[in-house]
């Protein structure tokens, strides 16, 4: 009887390892995650070495305006997307435009997601400080992101940077709301106590305790408000307040081929069911991590 | 000095807010006034019903709740007036176990990194020496060297208490509060664990403030039991004392009433009716009274203060009586689950040995 519970040698060394190895054979089996993680990949892989693969200069305007795709009847293997009101090759806008877009959303969720998390953490840690956080919180979220973009435009003029600070600052209370709820989970735990006990110091169970517990819910959020951001970025692109003409941003490009809707709509079309797909892509992608990470690693 | 850890009149109060403004409402008395010593190597069990207060007890002397009031002195010092850095270092000598072996681990650490933290803090090891220095400590409560680099989920129960155990031993303290260490384990588990916190104590010679509701555990494993009610110690005794001569009615409620497995064994149960009642609003002059079957008028308007009777501190006004219904020879019999429980706690010792 004594020796049951502390020897079990037959199930020794071999699977004191691959507990890195069980999330990976979960998402294998999660057909739509893996698809999204594929498709995830391919879109950043191409829009990262755009200026190898794309086939045309982006800006520049060819004789052939608004040609069609390369599957309609009048379309050409020279632009295989088509062009667009000014002859300009959409595949190479697409590819440049997706870098910009993938830009705004990572930076954007980076800014909010590192100083929403870290409020939001903090203010699960200290009690104190926790009603003032969240009041700040409140009016933060009480201000949508669309006046927020403009008034920053207003001052610093128009441009991707304004638009992704706005989109950063944006997404600190949801942040910071949904890493506070996590971290109070966290710190209800009795491995908390424990650390302290014995003798911790508060930043290393920050670190150490708080953060590497709450880290893959986090996660999981920023992915999901990643595909948001992107979808706002784009709004904003579409109303004029992204990046600036010459340069390609997906939501701008849609906003440019709304004027050709009726005889060319290829040119908004192409670029909204990108947007769609990286939203779509990251979403699923994020569900499946959060059902591949949720159950503590269990294997 | 023979005495290692001195609570003097330890108190700690919760206040309760409520509302936008966090306005208190109320004060929760979870210890109130709370006294007692304790010797290197001995045991003290502290046993009480959910909710009287024990655990918070057990991390007030830690500090991990801070005291409202009182003094908590380890080896002379007085624990509640030390700084952040004094108390890290009084916290290499005395440590705490905690009841879940499930939270009381980081799951995002492997074995090897939650045990290799106290003694690098404390500057027990080296990183040069820390491998060699873990695997003893691992080793010394009967896990294996190659557990130590796995991650909490995958042991059991019983394999986490243990490694719960070496965190609380890896600073080499001379007090450890075990807060209910075998209650989430099953019986054979706990009769393992218990005789591993019993050897340890040999080896080391710890002292132990043991908090659990399990009488039989504490009749094996305590010298010296303190029983809780409401925040208040109401008997403390030796343990043969307690359990054979209880003198608070509450005592022998507890003894007559610790559960049996066998449901066609008649129950000779005392007659207590009711909850425990809110620790936010407590019942004027003795805690108890409301549910004490010898309760008189004096019980409800006057609080009884510990006393010595005999061997035993009390706290009730007519411990010294002889009551009608609460029969103490009865009462104070072991219990055939409680001789069980002691019978499986000795089987696992001898198979051990």
């Keep these: ?59 520049l305007n060819s004789r052939s305006v608004m040609q069609p795709p390369v599957w309609t009847e009048r379309g050409t293997w020279e632009f295989i997307l088509g062009t667009d009101g000014q002859g300009r090759d959409i595949l190479s806008r697409i ?5 910009l877009t993938l830009l705004i959303g990572l930076v954007a969720v980076g800014i909010g997601g590192v100083i929403g998390s870290g409020l939001g953490l903090l203010a ?20 949508p992101a669309i006046l927020l973009g403009l008034a920053l435009v ?18 600190i209370p949801d942040c910071a709301r949904i890493a506070r709820s996590i971290g109070i989970g966290v710190m209800g735990q009795e491995y908390i106590e424990a650390g302290r006990a014995v003798g911790l110091s508060d930043w290393t169970i920050f670190r150490r305790y708080l953060l590497r517990n709450s880290i893959s819910s986090i996660m999981i959020f920023l992915s999901l408000r990643f595909g948001q951001v992107i979808l706002i970025g ?45 939203v779509l892509c990251a979403n699923v992608a994020g569900d499946a991590l959060r059902d591949v990470l949720d159950p503590r690693l269990k294997s | 000095m023979t005495e290692l850890l001195r609570v003097q009149n330890l108190t700690k109060h919760f206040p309760v807010k409520r509302g936008l403004l966090r306005r208190q409402v109320g004060t929760v008395q979870a210890v109130t006034d709370v006294s007692f010593t304790l010797a290197p190597g001995e045991t003290l069990a502290v046993v009480g019903e959910s909710g009287c207060g024990k655990s918070t007890l057990g991390r007030a002397i830690l500090r991990l709740h801070e005291p409202s009031s009182g003094e908590i002195r380890l080896d002379g010092e007085d624990v509640t007036a030390l700084d952040t850095r004094d108390l890290r270092e009084a916290r290499k000598r005395m440590q705490i176990i905690f009841q879940d072996p499930y939270g ?10 939650t045990l290799a933290e106290p003694l690098l803090l404390h500057g027990m090891a080296t990183p040069a020496n820390i491998r060699a220095k873990v695997d003893e400590l691992i080793t010394m409560c009967g896990l294996s060297a190659w557990h130590a680099d796995r991650y909490p989920h995958e042991f059991s129960g019983g394999q986490r208490q243990r490694v719960g155990i070496a965190r609380a031993l890896a600073t080499r303290p001379r007090l450890i509060v075990c807060d209910e260490p075998v209650s989430a ?69 507890l003894i007559s009433s610790a559960p049996r497995p066998d449901p066609t064994v008649a129950r000779h149960k005392l007659p207590v009716e009711g909850g425990t009642p809110s620790a936010m609003a407590l019942p004027s002059g003795c805690a108890f009274h409301p549910r004490c079957p010898m309760a008189v008028d004096r019980c409800r308007a006057e609080r009884p203060e510990l006393r010595q009777l005999g061997g035993t501190l009390v706290a009730c ?37």
């Design chain 1, 95 to 99: 590819l440049y435009g997706t870098r």
């Design chain 2, 317 to 353: 006004h007519r411990a010294d009586e002889a009551v009608e219904g609460m029969d103490v020879a009865a009462a104070g019999k072991d219990s055939p689950a409680l001789l069980r429980r002691l019978e499986i706690l000795e089987q696992a010792r001898t198979m051990q040995a």
């Design chain 1, 1 to 59: 009887m004594s020796a049951t519970d502390t020897q079990t040698p037959a199930a020794a060394p071999q699977d004191a390892a691959p507990v890195h190895k069980s999330w990976w054979r979960a998402l294998m089996r999660d057909r739509a995650a893996m698809l999204a993680l594929i498709l995830l990949t391919i879109i950043v892989i191409a829009a990262i070495i755009a200026p190898l693969i794309a086939p045309h200069d982006p800006n």
């Design chain 2, 104 to 113: 009381s681990l980081n799951p995002r650490m492997t074995v090897r990194e």
């Design chain 2, 185 to 253: 384990l099953d019986v054979s588990v706990q009769a393992q664990i218990v005789n591993l916190l019993q050897d340890l104590q040999r080896q080391l010679g710890l002292a132990y403030v043991f908090i659990s509701h399990d009488l039989g555990v504490v009749r094996h494993i305590a010298n010296r039991v303190a029983v809780m009610y409401l925040g208040r110690i109401v008997e403390q005794a030796d343990t043969e004392e307690l359990f054979l001569n209880p003198r608070h009615p509450y005592t022998r409620t």
């Design chain 1, 154 to 171: 207003a001052v610093a003029g128009p441009g991707v940077w304004p638009v992704i600070v706005a989109l950063g600052i944006a997404s």
């Design chain 1, 124 to 143: 699960s840690m200290y009690p104190k400080i926790d009603p003032w956080v969240m009041r700040l919180n409140d009016m933060m979220l009480s201000f």
């Design chain 1, 234 to 278: 784009a709004a904003l692109s579409f109303l004029g307040l992204g990046a600036r003409p010459p340069a390609s941003e997906l939501g701008m490009m849609a906003a440019q081929g709304r004027d050709f809707l009726l005889f060319a709509p290829h040119i908004a079309t192409i670029p909204s069911v990108v947007i769609f797909l990286i």
